[in-house]
């Protein structure tokens, strides 16, 4: 009951973030015959922080969050200022940034990877109280044994949109580059192992304890 409880909190947590300190509204545009690019949706224009370690290449972030790339700390402010399509404009700690979906694209999910990503309570306190081992692997974008689900998302984010994992399955596939995944597997609500290229889990599974 005591894991059901946590994660159910911070899964709430998430599904609330559109309700946080909205400030208007954005609807896409449509083009004839575009709808499969642009979906036409209306996304609240909103302000929070982000959810985990959020990983770019230049102004761009993906949903497949690839880990060789350098990220953006958990907790940066973020505030998304228009949406075209799949692509969320935003300020992320004053950086003009791009928030694309690039897999998986419905309005639903796009609505749903932003809900995720834009968190309204900043997860750095949160952090503050973990055990020093599991803040430093967090903090360095890295996972380490006996995390729980929570804590891999803050370091590495969440599972690619279109692979349709179950977030309570017994693993989570996700991307050191575009086309070499990698994956963490679970005892319950504790991560166990790392396996995929020997450079994605040299980098990403922390043996510190």
């Known amino acids: 009951m005591k894991r059901k409880s946590i994660f159910g909190l911070f899964w709430r947590s998430t599904a609330t973030t559109a309700l946080l300190l909205l400030a208007g509204c954005v609807t896409t545009q449509v083009e004839p015959g575009k709808e499969a690019e642009s979906p036409h949706t209306t996304v609240s224009v909103r302000a929070g922080y982000t959810c985990c370690n959020l990983h ?3 102004e761009r972030i993906i ?9 953006l700390p958990l907790g940066t402010p973020i505030r998304i200022k228009r949406v075209e399509g799949y692509v969320a404009y935003a300020d992320v700690g004053g950086r003009p940034m791009q928030l694309t979906l690039e897999s998986g694209r419905t309005p639903e999910n796009f609505r749903l ?7 309204g309570d900043n997860p750095q306190i949160k952090l503050s109280g973990f055990p020093s081992a599991m803040r430093e692997a967090i903090t360095a974008g890295q996972v380490t044994k006996g995390m729980n689900r929570e804590q891999v998302i803050m ?10 994992i ?7 596939r996700y991307w050191w580059s575009a086309y070499l995944p ?9 991560l166990t192992r790392v396996e995929g290229p020997a450079e994605a889990v040299g980098t990403v599974f ?3 304890r």
């Not at 949903?63 to 990220?71: I, R, T, W």
């Not at 990877?113 to 968190?119: A, D, K, P, Q, S």
């Not at 179950?166 to 989570?172: I, N, V």
């Open 113 to 119: 990877w932003l809900e995720r990503i834009v968190v």
């Open 166 to 172: 179950r977030m309570d399955g017994p693993h989570w």
């Open 63 to 71: 949903d497949s969050n690839p880990s060789q790339l350098p990220f």
């Open 155 to 164: 370091a590495i984010g969440y599972p690619q949109t279109s692979d349709k």
């Open 56 to 58: 770019y290449d230049g």
């Open 206 to 208: 922390s043996r510190a």
């Open 182 to 190: 990698y994956y963490v597997y679970w005892s319950g609500n504790k």
